[in-house]
């Protein structure tokens, strides 16, 4: 249905990367749910801050970033196909 990962940027940063929801599972609150894990699960690692990149065409998904608390951020990663960045403090 859906899948994602987390991985260290810095000992105080992690980055969400793949998150992806197949498209039979879009629109069930599937991709909100796996970031609130994955944001979960970089804390639990001790990261106090997470990033991720997007394409500028996945609108929904920027959507829900923001959503979520996300904030642009400058150009973090020399990624090909990001047009985005984003950053969000983890409580």
Known sequence: MGCGGVQRLDPDTAEIKRMWIHPDWRGA?????LLRHLEERAAGLGHRR???DT???LTEAI???GRAGYRPTER???NPYAQAWFEKELA
Request: proline share 0%; no cysteine.
């Open 29 to 33: 609150g599937l991709g909100s749910r």
């Open 50 to 52: 997470v990033r991720l």
């Open 55 to 57: 394409n500028g065409t």
């Open 63 to 65: 959507g829900m970033y």
């Open 76 to 78: 973090y990663n020399d």
